[in-house]
């Protein structure tokens, strides 16, 4: 789907860049693309769209994150690091309170 759009589009532009009838009819194209972004059926359709997009990207975040903990094993919680005792360092790796860091 994403493929035929982006075909769509370029077809589009290259249409607005290669006619021949020049400014004029590049801002009736742009009027006409203004009025059907503009319509209400096409606002209520983007947003039915966005709000489907955005509790997709939830459910696979979810997913994502509990395979992640199940085949992880510095996100296990029974390896001896528990996040609330130390920082987050953001590499995903604990900190050894023993290990010295040479500076």
């Not at 009736?28 to 319509?39: E, G, N």
């Not at 489907?52 to 903990?69: C, E, G, L, M, P």
């Not at 001896?80 to 604990?94: Q, S, V």
């Amino acid at each position: 789907m994403r493929y035929r759009l982006m075909f769509g589009v370029g077809l589009a532009v290259g249409y607005i860049l290669g006619s021949r009838a020049g400014r004029e009819r590049y801002e009736q194209l742009k009027r006409a693309a203004r009025r059907v972004s503009d319509s209400p059926a096409v606002q209520e359709a983007a947003g039915l769209v966005g709000a489907r997009v955005s509790k997709a990207t939830d459910v696979a975040k979810t997913k994502v994150s509990d395979v992640a903990r199940s085949r992880l094993p510095f996100l296990q919680p029974h390896n001896g690091w528990e996040a609330e005792k130390h920082d987050d360092t953001g590499t995903g790796w604990p900190e050894d309170e023993k290990a010295v860091t040479p500076h």
